[in-house]
């Protein structure tokens, strides 16, 4: 009996734990159809897991408005409103701003495919040159 709780204790942490820095998600190609331009420069990934809930976050230093222009295009991105991070803030990266850091940036843009379960999120930080990427699922 003790090994099937200690069989079905290390099965429940890999499901709650997820992935680790061998998921491909992790490039952000993965995200994108179209390469990156040569005025941004990635700085920056991580991801957040929950069992199959998943969440990946991108930082940029970015020279023009190329990468926002292409992306909120590509995704079909609302925007100029400001928002709030989704899932990612709970990876607590140090290079991932709080929620009140995001609400003050320039710019937002954003979309949620309920029916996909996906989302994405851009802030510009126009001040330091930053372009701050979210992509999720639930």
């Known amino acids: 009996m003790r090994d099937v709780a200690i069989f079905t204790m ?12 061998t998921d491909p998600k992790l490039s952000f190609s993965a995200h994108t159809k179209t390469p990156i331009p040569a005025s941004a420069k990635l700085v920056h990934s991580g991801g957040q897991y929950a069992g199959f809930d998943a969440s990946y ?8 408005n190329s990468l926002q222009e292409q992306l909120v295009d590509e995704w079909e991105l609302n925007g100029r409103s400001p928002s709030e ?14 929620d009140d850091a995001l609400l003050k940036m320039d710019e937002n843009f954003t979309r949620s495919d309920e ?14 040159g930053r372009l701050y990427i979210e992509h999720g699922g639930w």
């Open 85 to 98: 991070s989704g899932f990612f803030k709970f990876a607590k990266y140090p290079w991932w701003p709080t």
């Open 115 to 128: 029916q996909n379960e996906e989302y994405w999120h851009i802030w510009h930080d126009r001040i330091n």
């Open 57 to 64: 976050g991108f930082v940029f230093d970015v020279a023009d």
């Open 10 to 21: 290390s099965l429940i942490y890999v499901f709650l734990a997820g992935c680790n820095r």
